[in-house]
T-cell receptor, first 112, second 112 residues
Framework: DGGITQSPKYLFRKEGQNVTLSCEQN?????MYWYRQDPGQGLRLIYY???????QKGDIAEGYSVSREKKESFPLTVTSAQKNPTAFYLC???????????FGPGTRLTVL | QKEVEQDPGPLSVPEGAIVSLNCTYS??????FMWYRQYSRKGPELLMY????GNKEDGRFTAQVDKSSKYISLFIRDSQPSDSATYLC????????????FGKGTTLSVSS
């Protein structure tokens, strides 16, 4: 089945630790995205990548880093510089044509 | 003024009611308009996708776009308890895999 997978589903981190969230897609989509969702908020864009080995900052990139070494994978690292990392993180992908974004199931990160 | 405004609700209706969900936007460059449904603790799923102005119908769902008023709507006919979810509007400027701009979402509850 084609789709987007995110792992883990739940993640707990101690303050001061970096943590990496996984996002994999087998849809052959060129573009991939990371969003953050907080209660009562919409989705806010962290980073996006339109092709391999290239990515751009979104609206709230501070404290996050990404890589895009393979078309299928777009991992997100939440660094200790992110002051309020507890949130629901969503990965999405799309083709570059007249299509729209399809989302993974999300990772809920809690900083203890 | 935020680019996309959406009333967060909550909106509570009895089963069988017609539901109207709305978003307004400020950027006249938006051309692609989407509605996503998000169940609690899940990733958003695409419901409707419309290019430019007009109506689009899919089963019990109808999406309307009025670009002159910068206003989009989603109508749900014969609402069911399974429609209880958060509905997010989203829009983009062009088709080349750019990031979407989301509303904050409207929480809908349909009681049986």
């Amino acid at each position: 089945d084609g789709g987007i997978t995110q792992s883990p589903k739940y993640l707990f981190r101690k303050e001061g630790q970096n943590v990496t969230l996984s996002c994999e897609q087998n849809l052959n989509h060129d573009a991939m995205y990371w969003y953050r969702q907080d209660p009562g908020q919409g989705l806010r864009l962290i980073y996006y990548s339109q092709i391999v080995n290239d990515f751009q900052k979104g609206d709230i990139a501070e404290g996050y880093s990404v890589s895009r070494e393979k078309k299928e994978s777009f991992p997100l690292t939440v660094t200790s510089a992110q002051k309020n990392p507890t949130a629901f993180y969503l990965c999405a992908s799309t083709t570059r044509g007249p299509d729209t974004q399809y989302f993974g199931p999300g990772t809920r990160l809690t900083v203890l | 003024q935020k680019e996309v405004e959406q009333d967060p609700g909550p909106l509570s209706v009895p089963e069988g009611a017609i539901v109207s969900l709305n978003c307004t936007y400020s950027n006249s460059a938006f051309q692609y308009f989407m509605w996503y449904r998000q169940y609690s603790r899940k990733g958003p799923e695409l419901l409707m996708y419309t290019y430019s102005s007009g109506n689009k119908e899919d089963g019990r769902f109808t999406a309307q776009v009025d670009k002159s008023s910068k206003y989009i709507s989603l109508f749900i006919r014969d609402s069911q308890p399974s429609d209880s979810a958060t509905y997010l509007c989203a829009m983009s400027r062009n088709q080349a895999g750019t990031a979407l701009i989301f509303g904050k979402g409207t929480t809908l509850s349909v009681s049986s």
